[in-house]
């Protein structure tokens, strides 16, 4: 069955550090970048980075630059968003997403969500 | 306040034709292919038409897309009560480097 699942989202603490992952399944991992985007529940959609199927690609928002690393192995066929110093308002559902690998970053398979609330 | 400028809402009634605008600029939509979204409540989004104007195995051909300059325009025709969700457009930016998402709008079957 083809699909992306995360994990490792909690509670944690202002100022602390958390590890996502998103383990793939059904389908060639290494053959597609990769893309974590975020949702506050009942809102807006967010990017929050990019990596190329090699890895030697990476791009992140503007908002968690120098603060959330992306990373992945392809030999556990596994995303991962390192995310340190964590603020409030990164309080939301972090979904990993598959890049079809076409023109314009179409997303085509996404995971249900790990929710991360930054809470004291 | 997203890059990607969308309605807030949109609504129609069964049968009828709803479109649904996004506009940007020519860093991102002017420069790049739009993608949109669906996401049914309580679930995570799923791409419903991709470069512009295609669409992946399994949805209907009810759904179409279009672009033009810096805007797109997602079109529903023969409106169905389960296309009641939001709808996002999409596309990658050149200046920020990275993907960048319209504000949803919120579909309404009346």
């Known amino acids: 069955q083809v699909q992306l699942v995360e994990s490792g989202g909690g509670v944690v603490q202002p100022g602390r550090s958390l590890r996502l992952s998103c383990a793939a399944s059904?389908?060639?991992?290494?053959?597609?970048?990769m893309h974590w985007v975020r949702q506050v529940p009942g809102k807006g959609l967010e990017w929050v980075a990019f990596i190329s199927s090699d890895g030697s690609r990476k791009s992140y928002a503007d908002s968690v630059k120098g603060r959330f690393t992306i990373s992945r192995d392809n030999s556990k066929h596994t995303l991962y968003l390192q995310m340190n110093s964590l603020r409030g308002d990164d309080t939301t559902i972090y979904y990993c997403?598959?890049?079809?690998?076409?023109?314009?970053?179409?997303?085509?398979?996404w995971g249900l969500g790990t929710l991360v609330t930054v809470s004291s | 306040q997203s890059v990607l400028t969308q309605p807030p809402s949109a609504s129609g009634t069964p049968g009828q034709r709803v479109a649904i605008s996004c506009s940007g600029s020519?860093?991102?939509?002017?420069?790049?292919?739009v993608n949109w979204y669906q996401q049914l409540p309580g679930t995570a989004p799923k791409l419903l038409i991709y470069?512009?104007?295609h669409r992946p195995s399994g949805v209907p051909d009810r759904f179409s897309g279009s672009k033009s300059g810096t805007s797109a325009s997602l079109a529903i025709s023969g409106l169905q009560s389960e296309d009641e969700a939001d709808y996002y457009c999409?596309?990658?930016?050149?200046?920020?480097?990275?993907?960048?998402f319209g504000g949803g709008t919120k579909l309404t079957v009346l």
């Open positions: 470069s512009n104007n």
């Open positions: 020519s860093s991102n939509i002017g420069s790049n292919s």
């Open positions: 997403a598959r890049d079809l690998g076409v023109p314009g970053t179409p997303l085509d398979l």
């Open positions: 059904g389908f060639t991992f290494s053959f597609y970048a």
């Open positions: 999409a596309g990658w930016d050149d200046s920020l480097n990275g993907v960048i």
